[in-house]
């Protein structure tokens, strides 16, 4: 076997077919701000500007300026009912300064970058200073074609004391309302977008903005003649959105849909916001089918490998543990011959939610049917390979994988589902979650815990646990579920989870949280299933079961005797006529047994 044999999901192609269409990156619009060394700006009878521009040049600057007009079919009218702003032409504005060009420069570059003609020689051409004073407004409205090659609008807004003024851009069935506040003075808010957008100024509601307009032109001189247009897929958004929901409703379908991108990304640098060409553009139309199909969308890095026996086929490509790589070559499948797989693994790690935060998710397996487009990585070359050369009476062996970044999709209600497939540690950070949004979310987190909770015990049997570097919960998952349980203010899943899950692997690192869980037990249930607890576990963690019952000792009430009498019960087992083991707590007296009888009250 020369190459790793992957097999993917041929049942997905419909998907498949939509989102090979999608190709072009780029967003209808951009929206930032830059903290810069703030240019030389001078506006013919006004001056030089400060920053934030103060009231009495604001005063100025509208003294020189003109209302602006609009333009209806091949009329320009001026309608302050329609468009509400002062205008100052660009042949008075003058830029300068050491750092403007190199910050203009990397402006223009977000720009080009966020509209996806990144590809594209684009430059932005000046072409007014707009004043909104307070009530200052502009009605929805298309901008022209001012110039050849004029493909979309540049919108700086300069540092100014203001609130309200919004621009909200619609395009197709989407719409974005960019706020423009700019009251830091060396910060500067830009907004772009293709000219076919529908868009228009909120009214300014306190002080005054001030921007300028550039046209943003494509330019045609080159041999390939692309002409830009507005990303749209709104057709793509639809029909993948309808394959989603079928998807989702399918008891038939995989678990989750694993797709992955075509440039290869780094860990530390793998977001949402760093991806490329048609992997960003992908994966904007998987978030927007997303959202109208109840799933949820994160990035990750999937790691596929294999070991196993080989044969070497005499190239230069020899590894060992302690070695580097020999290879005078390129390194390529052919310098060994995978006789045998004696192992496998395929798992996802490293996630980033849609806001390029860190999900704490762990390791998650891909199962059977899950991964896509088929074929992805047939004709590749293993990101990783090692060959360990015979040695005694074992033959060559060999090591290889891959890491790729992916685009990962399942649907919100199997949220759970997915994540406990890496283990119940994995699934724990989004049961917390839920708990701390409170009562909105009760029911899904009472779900999710229950699930949970069913899961926990058989956890550590997973199958390739190891290879897919997947922990088994520890002491301190189990406490911090107790503590999750307690907050969800859930008795039922508290008790259970403590009989089915700490009594079995009890080791006195969750006494704390035992404790804290009595407020929601209650006083007999708590006596019960503790009792059971201390008289399973007190022949092997005597010490452990007596510091628990010194913690519950502080509590008057009689049901606690029940505990007690479970913990006395259990010496006869461990402690001898006249001894103790070691490390068990000594209380008063010379029998054991019977000191800790009077201290409980048995």
Same mark, same amino acid.
């Given at each position: 076997?020369?190459?790793?044999?992957? $097999?993917? %999901?041929?049942?997905?192609?419909?998907?498949?077919?939509?989102?090979?269409?999608?190709?072009?990156p780029?967003?209808?619009?951009v929206?930032?701000a830059?903290?810069?060394p703030?240019?030389?700006?001078?506006?013919?009878?006004?001056?030089?500007?400060?920053?934030?521009i103060p009231?009495?040049?604001?005063?100025a600057l509208?003294?020189?300026?003109?209302?602006?007009?609009?333009?209806?079919?091949?009329?320009?009218?001026?309608?302050?009912?329609?468009?509400?702003?002062?205008?100052?032409?660009?042949?008075?504005?003058k830029?300068?300064?050491?750092?403007?060009a190199?910050?203009?420069?990397?402006?223009v570059?977000?720009v080009?970058?966020?509209?996806?003609?990144?590809?594209?020689t684009?430059s932005a051409?000046?072409?007014?200073?707009?004043?909104?004073?307070?009530?200052?407004f502009?009605l929805?409205?298309?901008?022209?074609?001012?110039t050849?090659?004029?493909?979309?609008?540049?919108v700086?807004t300069?540092?100014?004391?203001?609130?309200g003024?919004?621009?909200?851009?619609?395009?197709?069935?989407?719409?974005?309302?960019?706020?423009?506040?700019? %009251?830091?003075?060396?910060?500067?808010?830009?907004?772009a977008?293709?000219?076919?957008c529908?868009?228009?100024?909120?009214?300014?509601?306190?002080?005054v !903005?001030?921007?300028?307009?550039y046209?943003?032109?494509q330019?045609?001189?080159?041999?390939?003649?692309?002409?830009?247009?507005?990303?749209?897929?709104?057709?793509?958004?639809?029909?993948?959105?309808?394959?989603?929901?079928?998807?989702?409703s399918s008891?038939?379908?995989?678990?989750?849909?694993?797709?992955?991108?075509?440039h290869?990304?780094?860990?530390?640098?793998?977001?949402f916001?760093?991806l490329?060409?048609?992997d960003?553009?992908r994966? !904007?139309?998987?978030?927007?089918?997303?959202?109208?199909?109840?799933?949820?969308?994160?990035?990750?890095?999937?790691?596929i490998g294999?070991?196993?026996?080989?044969?070497?086929?005499?190239?230069?490509?020899?590894?060992?543990?302690?070695?580097?790589?020999?290879?005078?070559g390129?390194g390529?499948?052919?310098?060994?011959t995978?006789?045998?797989?004696?192992?496998?693994?395929?798992?996802?790690?490293?996630?980033?939610? !849609?806001?390029?935060?860190?999900?704490?998710?762990?390791?998650?397996?891909i199962?059977?049917?899950?991964?896509?487009?088929?074929?992805?990585?047939?004709k590749?070359?293993p990101?990783?390979k090692?060959?360990?050369?015979?040695s005694? %009476?074992?033959?060559?062996?060999?090591?290889?994988?891959?890491?790729?970044?992916?685009?990962?999709l399942?649907?919100?209600n199997?949220?759970?589902d997915?994540l406990?497939?890496?283990?119940?540690?994995?699934?724990?950070?989004y049961?917390?979650?839920?708990?701390?949004?409170?009562?909105?979310?009760?029911?899904?987190?009472?779900?999710?815990?229950?699930?949970?909770?069913?899961?926990?015990?058989a956890?550590a049997?997973?199958?390739d646990?190891f290879?897919?570097g997947i922990p088994?919960?520890?002491?301190?998952?189990?406490?911090?579920?107790?503590s999750?349980l307690?907050?969800?203010?859930?008795?039922?899943?508290? $008790?259970?989870?403590i009989?089915?899950?700490?009594?079995?692997?009890?080791?006195?690192?969750?006494?704390?949280?035992?404790?804290?869980?009595?407020?929601?037990?209650g006083?007999?249930n708590?006596s019960?299933?503790?009792?059971?607890?201390?008289?399973?576990?007190?022949?092997d963690?005597?010490?452990?079961?007596?510091?628990l019952?010194?913690?519950?000792?502080?509590?008057?009430s009689?049901?606690? $005797?029940?505990?007690?009498k479970?913990?006395?019960a259990?010496?006869?087992?461990?402690?001898?006529?006249?001894?103790?083991?070691d490390g068990f707590?000594?209380?008063?007296g010379a %029998?054991?047994?019977?000191s800790?009888a009077?201290?409980?009250?048995?």
């Amino acid at each position: 076997m020369k190459s790793i044999e992957i $097999e993917y %999901n041929r049942e997905l192609r419909p998907l498949e077919a939509i989102l090979s269409d999608v190709t072009h990156p780029g967003e209808f619009f951009v929206a930032g701000a830059m903290e810069i060394p703030m240019p030389r700006m001078e506006v013919k009878g006004v001056g030089a500007l400060s920053f934030p521009i103060p009231r009495p040049q604001i005063r100025a600057l509208v003294q020189h300026a003109t209302r602006a007009p609009y333009g209806r079919g091949e009329e320009t009218i001026i309608d302050t009912s329609v468009r509400n702003v002062w205008h100052i032409d660009s042949a008075s504005v003058k830029i300068g300064g050491k750092s403007w060009a190199a910050s203009f420069g990397s402006i223009v570059s977000k720009v080009t970058a966020g509209l996806g003609c990144s590809d594209e020689t684009v430059s932005a051409e000046l072409y007014k200073m707009l004043v909104y004073d307070c009530g200052g407004f502009f009605l929805p409205h298309r901008d022209t074609e001012k110039t050849a090659g004029m493909f979309g609008t540049l919108v700086l807004t300069l540092p100014s004391f203001h609130h309200g003024g919004a621009l909200r851009i619609l395009h197709a069935e989407r719409e974005v309302t960019i706020e423009s506040d700019a %009251n830091e003075p060396s910060e500067i808010s830009f907004a772009a977008f293709y000219s076919d957008c529908e868009h228009e100024v909120m009214p300014v509601r306190e002080g005054v !903005r001030v921007c300028l307009v550039y046209n943003l032109i494509q330019d045609r001189t080159k041999s390939r003649q692309r002409i830009l247009k507005t990303p749209n897929y709104e057709s793509q958004v639809v029909g993948t959105a309808l394959f989603l929901n079928d998807f989702r409703s399918s008891p038939q379908t995989p678990l989750k849909i694993v797709w992955l991108l075509d440039h290869q990304y780094s860990p530390a640098g793998l977001s949402f916001s760093s991806l490329k060409g048609a992997d960003a553009a992908r994966a !904007r139309v998987l978030l927007q089918a997303a959202d109208r199909a109840q799933c949820v969308v994160h990035l990750g890095v999937v790691h596929i490998g294999e070991t196993g026996a080989a044969e070497w086929d005499g190239g230069y490509g020899f590894y060992d543990d302690d070695e580097e790589q020999h290879d005078e070559g390129e390194g390529e499948d052919d310098d060994f011959t995978a006789v045998t797989v004696d192992d496998s693994w395929q798992y996802l790690d490293e996630w980033r939610d !849609r806001d390029d935060r860190p999900a704490a998710f762990g390791h998650i397996p891909i199962a059977k049917g899950e991964l896509i487009p088929a074929g992805a990585l047939d004709k590749e070359p293993p990101d990783e390979k090692r060959l360990t050369e015979a040695s005694g %009476n074992e033959g060559a062996t060999y090591e290889r994988s891959y890491h790729r970044a992916a685009l990962v999709l399942w649907p919100a209600n199997r949220m759970t589902d997915v994540l406990l497939k890496g283990g119940v540690a994995a699934a724990m950070p989004y049961l917390k979650q839920l708990t701390a949004r409170g009562k909105s979310v009760r029911g899904e987190a009472i779900a999710a815990a229950r699930r949970i909770v069913k899961a926990w015990p058989a956890d550590a049997q997973q199958p390739d646990r190891f290879a897919m570097g997947i922990p088994a919960a520890g002491a301190a998952d189990r406490a911090g579920m107790i503590s999750t349980l307690v907050d969800m203010n859930a008795p039922g899943l508290v $008790e259970q989870f403590i009989r089915d899950t700490v009594i079995p692997t009890y080791d006195g690192t969750e006494n704390a949280s035992l404790i804290d869980s009595l407020s929601v037990l209650g006083v007999a249930n708590a006596s019960v299933v503790l009792s059971a607890l201390v008289k399973a576990r007190m022949p092997d963690h005597p010490a452990e079961c007596i510091e628990l019952l010194r913690n519950l000792s502080g509590d008057s009430s009689p049901s606690f $005797e029940q505990v007690a009498k479970a913990a006395v019960a259990g010496l006869d087992r461990i402690v001898g006529q006249n001894s103790e083991p070691d490390g068990f707590p000594q209380f008063a007296g010379a %029998n054991g047994r019977t000191s800790a009888a009077k201290r409980f009250g048995s």
